[in-house]
């Protein structure tokens, strides 16, 4: 075992806490069971508004798998389902849609779509705790010709039809929309770089949102 002694190795000894507790990496270190957690396993499944997340703040103690891909969706997240629940995932947060708006496809095409991914997950592993999480404002005035779907009166429609859909399902559903809607009914100027990406104060949000979901 690795020895330390004297200030160099009191200094040493704390830079090695810190690389593996905290930074950056703290989700990679969890994932290879450097992290210590309580038996709670958590995946974040979605595109790059799920990749930039950086849930370790979600719960302390639980270990999280952030499974974000960017430019996923509907379809390939699909694909990708059996991946996460080999992770033996306690709760799964999936937020997914974006993309799909940003190529053409209806609010009919990425609700039939979604359930086909909750039934999927539901299916095969029925004791997991399913969340779905509603698709989030963008900042119109960012774009200099939206798509007619790229626009929030768009997103708050796919919003509804997710709702409705994940009640008839037996789903959890989760509004982000609102919480990171502005007064000026776009996404705040301070919440994104891009009009649809999140800077961190938006993640707050999100995190503050879906929090009280878990035990």
């Not at 969706?73 to 699909?78: A, M, R």
């Not at 919003?159 to 399902?169: G, T, W």
Request: proline share 6%; with cysteine; aromatic share 10%.
């Amino acid at each position: 075992m690795r020895q330390f002694s004297g200030p160099a190795g009191v200094f040493l000894a704390l830079m090695l806490l810190v690389q593996l507790f905290g930074g950056e990496d703290s989700v990679l270190a969890r994932e290879e069971g450097i992290w210590p957690h309580d038996g709670l396993t958590i995946v974040m499944l979605g595109d790059s508004l799920t990749a930039g997340g950086r849930w370790r703040q979600l719960r302390q103690g639980a270990e999280i798998y952030n499974m974000g891909v960017p430019g996923d969706t509907t379809s390939g997240l699909w694909s990708r389902v059996d991946e996460a629940l080999e992770k033996k995932p306690d709760f799964i947060f999936l937020q997914i849609g974006i993309n799909d708006l940003g190529q053409g496809r209806s609010a009919g095409e990425i609700v039939e779509q979604s359930v086909l991914i909750w039934q999927e997950i539901k299916e095969k592993a029925p004791r997991v705790g399913l969340f779905v999480c509603s698709l989030i404002p963008v900042r119109e005035s960012y774009f200099s010709n939206p798509p007619r779907k790229l626009k929030n009166s768009y997103i708050r429609e796919v919003n509804r039809q997710l709702s409705e859909a994940a009640r008839k399902e037996g789903v959890t559903f989760i509004d982000l929309f609102f919480p990171l809607l502005g007064s000026d009914s776009e996404l705040p100027a301070a919440l994104t770089f891009d009009g649809v990406h999140l800077q961190a104060p938006a993640y707050n949000v999100w995190l503050k949102t879906i929090r009280p979901f878990l035990p």
